[in-house]
C-alpha cells in the first residue's frame, strides 16, 4: 500500500467590475436618491465575498463556506479596474484558497 500526501490552491483572479447604475446586492441606492432612469445619484463602496463550497445547482448564500471565504477591503466604487496591480495591505490578487484536504473519490 502507497501513501501520497498532497496539496493544492485555488486561485480567484479578479479584473473587473462595473456597477452602472450603483445599486447594492439588494437592487437599492447605495447612497443619493433614484433617477427617473433608474440610475442613483451616489456611488457605491465596492468590496466582494468570494465563498468557495462544495458544488450547488442552485447557490443557497445562507449556508456555510465549505472550503473558506474571503471579504476583500473596498476596492474602489461603481467601477473597479483590477486588472493593474492594486496595492492594498490587506488584499492580494489573485485570492487563495489553499487546501489539503483528501479529494473525493468514486468506486466502481
Given at each position: 500500500m502507497?501513501?501520497?500526501?498532497?496539496?493544492?490552491?485555488?486561485?480567484?483572479?479578479?479584473?473587473?467590475?462595473?456597477?452602472?447604475?450603483?445599486?447594492?446586492?439588494?437592487?437599492?441606492?447605495?447612497?443619493?436618491?433614484?433617477?427617473?432612469?433608474?440610475?442613483c445619484s451616489?456611488?457605491?463602496?465596492?468590496?466582494?465575498?468570494?465563498?468557495?463550497?462544495?458544488?450547488?445547482?442552485?447557490?443557497?448564500?445562507?449556508?456555510?463556506?465549505?472550503?473558506?471565504?474571503?471579504?476583500?477591503?473596498?476596492?474602489?466604487?461603481?467601477?473597479?479596474?483590477?486588472?493593474?496591480?492594486?496595492?492594498?495591505?490587506?488584499?492580494?490578487?489573485?485570492?487563495r484558497?489553499p487546501?489539503?484536504?483528501?479529494?473525493?473519490?468514486?468506486?466502481?
Amino acid at each position: 500500500m502507497k501513501h501520497v500526501n498532497a496539496s493544492g490552491v485555488f486561485e480567484l483572479r479578479l479584473k473587473s467590475f462595473v456597477n452602472e447604475y450603483g445599486k447594492d446586492s439588494l437592487g437599492k441606492c447605495c447612497s443619493g436618491s433614484t433617477s427617473r432612469t433608474g440610475e442613483c445619484s451616489g456611488v457605491c463602496k465596492t468590496r466582494f465575498r468570494v465563498c468557495l463550497k462544495q458544488y450547488q445547482v442552485k447557490i443557497d448564500t445562507t449556508t456555510p463556506c465549505t472550503y473558506g471565504d474571503v471579504v476583500t477591503p473596498v476596492l474602489g466604487e461603481n467601477v473597479v479596474n483590477l486588472s493593474t496591480n492594486v496595492a492594498l495591505p490587506s488584499f492580494s490578487n489573485p485570492i487563495r484558497f489553499p487546501f489539503d484536504f483528501t479529494w473525493p473519490k468514486f468506486h466502481i
